[in-house]
């Protein structure tokens, strides 16, 4: 749960990635991941989970928990060379 506010006034969102496509805006100079990828996401309370491909993935998997603004998860992704990557990250989530 995330905050924002007027003084003396606190509203309180719930960020919900169930059937949220989306692709990323900024990522890493060496990243393969990028515009073209496209995030399929699924989300069950706290737990989310994501298919993507596009661009130089031709194949990802990504699972984690959403704690306020934050996704904590991790990933495997064939890229279409062949090479295999997976990792753990957390993120910030901006509406």
């Known amino acids: 749960m995330s905050s924002y506010g007027i003084p003396g006034i606190i509203f309180y ?6 059937n949220v496509k989306m692709n990323v805006i900024e990522t890493s100079e060496n990243g ?6 496209i995030f399929s996401f699924n989300q069950e309370q706290d737990l989310v989970y994501a298919n993507y491909s596009g661009g130089q993935i031709a194949k990802g998997f990504l699972v984690g928990y959403l704690k306020g603004n934050k996704l904590e998860f991790t990933y495997g992704q064939v890229q279409v060379d062949g090479i295999l990557d997976s990792v753990r990250q957390r993120k910030l989530i901006k509406k």
């Open 13 to 18: 969102y719930m960020i919900n990635l169930n």
């Open 32 to 37: 393969v991941v990028n515009q073209d990828t």
